[in-house]
């Protein structure tokens, strides 16, 4: 895909990694940007290709909503995500809901909802944000987020297969850390958030259905060949 000229849609563009997708769009060319969040008064970019639209990926109403004001979508950036801290066998339940229903029940939501307008306008591409926490667990505080996002990880497969028929590029972008709200209290290493968009859309450009942005996701893909016990061994020996 060559972004020149793209209408792109950017889900959760009011911080973080959403923000740096608008600023690497319209960086790259693009027509329109609809910079979409639940609290459109939080969006601060100020560029006239950027449209400010409502979007709460737990409301089936909002998505309808977004889906039916940006018909002329061609690359779909399902970036909106939480992080709730919940423990898989002892938190809020309640929260480990909340995950699920953000990363793979909202998620397929936007993506049933904008296939379609995806398909009217020639195909195009969906990227999903996705994490190194979708091929391993790291602590109970990352328990439902990294089931939540490995869910969102083989989703992200399956729509792939069923959307290729309309010639709708999936790709799915794998990270660590990076250096944004999300993360605050972490004291590892981290990343440019810019780093992630800059490598998904140069992935994109030449056809690229998975992206693993930095040194730890693809230490962590790389394991998934060998014995778990030995990749969690080492875990625990880098932590200490």
């Known amino acids: 895909m060559d972004i020149t000229g793209q209408t792109a849609l950017v889900t959760g563009a009011n911080r973080g990694i959403g923000r740096q997708f608008v600023l690497e769009l319209l960086d790259r060319g693009v027509s329109t940007v609809y910079a979409t969040a639940r609290r459109i008064e939080a969006l601060e970019v100020d560029d006239p290709r950027v449209v400010p639209l409502h979007l709460d990926l737990t409301d089936h109403a909002s998505v309808i909503a977004a889906a039916a004001a940006a018909r002329d979508v061609t690359l779909l950036v399902n970036n909106a995500g939480i992080s709730t801290g919940a ?25 049933r909802a904008f296939a379609p307008v995806l398909a009217a306008n020639g195909g195009g591409a969906i990227v999903n944000v996705l994490s190194a926490l979708s091929w391993f667990a790291f602590g109970p505080a990352s328990g439902a987020y990294g089931a939540a996002k490995a869910a969102e990880w083989n989703m992200t497969n399956g729509i792939r297969l069923e959307l290729a028929d309309q010639g709708t590029l999936v790709q799915g972008v794998h990270l660590g850390a990076a250096d944004t709200d999300i993360m605050s209290g972490y004291d590892g290493p981290m990343i440019d958030p810019r780093d992630v968009p800059r490598a998904s859309l140069d992935a994109l450009a030449a056809g690229s259905i998975e992206v693993v942005v930095d040194d730890w996701s693809a230490m962590v893909k790389a394991s998934l060949a060998g014995d778990p016990a030995a990749f969690y061994a080492q875990l625990a020996s880098m932590a200490g």
Do not use: K, N, P
């Not at 480990?96 to 990363?103: A, F, G, W």
């Open 87 to 111: 423990s898989l066998v002892t938190g809020d339940l309640a929260e480990i809901h909340r995950e699920m229903d953000t990363h793979f029940w909202g998620t397929l939501d936007v993506v």
